[in-house]
C-alpha cells in the first residue's frame, strides 16, 4: 500500500505543472535559455526574459506558446491554427507567439515541423525530450499535448488550455494587451 501511495504522489508531482493561470513566472526561470531550432530570431537562444520589460530594458511583451510533441498525430494537425494564431499578430511588436517542440527528430525535425504549413511557423525552440521538456511541464494542461499558455507582460501566466481556436487566442491576447 505505501509502494501504492508513493507511486502516486510521484505521477501526480511528475505530471503537474508548475505554474498555473494567475501565478507569475519566476526569475530563473524567465532567465533559462532554450535554443532556436527554427525561425528568424535574433539569437541563438530564446528565454523568456527577453520578453520580460523589467529585464530587458523596458520592452513588455505578451506571449502565446504553443507546446507540442512532435510524435504527436493531434499536435501536428494543430499546425495550422498555430500558424494562424502567430500569422493574425505578426505586425503587433508587443506580441511574441513561439512553439516549443519536444522530442525533435521522432519523428520531425524542426524544420520539418515548421515547413509543415503554408506559412512557416515563426520560431520554434527546442522542449527537450520525455520529462526534460521544460515549457511543457512549466505550463501543460492536464498532462497533454498540445498544450497552450498565455503569458502577460508581467510574466505572469493568463490561461492554459490543450484546446485552442483562433478566435479564442485572439481574445485572450486581446485581454492581455
Known sequence: MKKIILMIFIINFVFTAVYNTGQTVSVSHQNMNFPV???????????????????NGGDYKVIFIDMS???WGACYSSIGT??????????????????????VGQPYSCNQWGNANQNDIPIIVNDGNGFGNQFWSWFETGSAVPSFAFIDHNMTVFYKSNYISLSTANNKINQML
Open 37 to 55: 531550432c527554427y525561425g528568424d530570431y535574433p539569437s541563438n537562444n530564446l528565454k523568456l526574459a527577453d520578453f520580460n520589460g523589467d529585464l
Open 69 to 71: 510533441a512532435s510524435w
Open 82 to 103: 498555430v500558424e494562424n494564431i502567430e500569422n493574425y499578430w505578426e505586425d503587433n511588436s508587443a506580441v511574441v507567439s513561439f512553439t516549443a517542440l519536444s522530442d
